[in-house]
């Protein structure tokens, strides 16, 4: 099973949301669906070993809305036998596939030893893949999500990524930036073209697409399949623009109050203020003049200031309904 069922025949490269802390719930992936054009939803991380601690908010995190048979569930954790554990259950939900976290950089994942920490032992990792390939179910995929590596090549990455195959996994994620490396150094989409064309299985690259220009360079390279991230959150019909070759209209003061609908029907109480805030700081931000508001917004101290706050700025602004625009640089996961 290359890729999941849902998307395994389809004959042009297929478009992924990427998974995402914060953003990727299903309320957010719920509005991302109603707009079309995404073949794929990954969620947002889950923590291994934070399922298995059975949390009270757990639940939340294994919602299967809007489309299970597209959802993709991402497990980041330390412990082999955590994540498997984790995974056999999750991977018993009604969804696509299982992913793990091999790209997460952020210095207090690496340090505890999940996301890109990962890759520092390539028998380490292949192992764990192969112990999840016998733990999901068949029907279910297992994929995984890397960085590059340190060097200037990537063939220390492009080794260990045929490691993974070997080991199971179905396909892989490519997201062409080193571990130390932020957004405002450009993706670095000609080494993916590598791992398209050497590796065994379908390869999804990641970083940087922003317009329909960008989605016709990247699958240029030979990839299976784009995956975008922060440009979705800040323009989440991005999908639509780039199936049907052509921008339309967006009202984004009727996209916001539907992005709070679905905030609250499918995130707890206690989530609505970090879940607004994340969200809106990408989404005002994209607009003309919106650097202001969108900052503005990680000021504020609860959910309904910030949704009195989006109301006021998108419909008093001449730009709540404008054509889409491409993400401010350097804001693609």
Known sequence: MPL??????EPRPILALAPMATLGHAGFRTLVHEFGGCDLLF??????EAFLGGTSFESWY????????RLVFQLIGKQADRIV?????????????????????????????GGIAWTADPDRAYDLVARLREAVPAERTVSVKLRLGEGEEPD?????????????????TIHPRRMKEGYARPARWAMIERFARELPIPVLGNGDVRTIADYHAAVSTGVAG???????????WIFRDIRAGSHEEVD????AERFHQLLERYQPPEFHHTRAR???????????????????????????????????????????RTPSQPAPSGMEG
Do not use: W
């Open 226 to 236: 784009v995956m975008i991230g922060r440009s979705a959150v800040s323009r989440p």
């Open 252 to 255: 984004r003061a009727a996209v």
């Open 278 to 320: 994340r969200f809106h700081g990408y989404f005002l931000a994209d607009m003309p003049f919106g650097a202001r508001p969108a900052a503005q917004v990680h000021a504020m101290a609860g959910y309904p200031e910030i949704v009195t706050h989006v109301r006021s700025v998108l419909g008093g602004a001449s730009g709540s």
């Open 85 to 113: 554990e984790a995974a056999r259950q999750i991977g018993r939900l009604d969804c696509a596939g299982i992913d793990i976290n091999f790209g997460c950089s952020a210095p207090h994942i690496r340090k505890a030893g």
């Open 156 to 172: 220390e990455t492009l080794s260990l990524a045929h490691r993974l195959a070997a080991g199971g996994a179905d396909f892989l």
């Open 62 to 69: 294994v919602e299967t809305a809007p489309d299970p048979a």
């Open 43 to 48: 969620s947002e991380m889950i923590s291994a």
């Open 4 to 9: 999941p069922s849902i998307v395994a025949s």
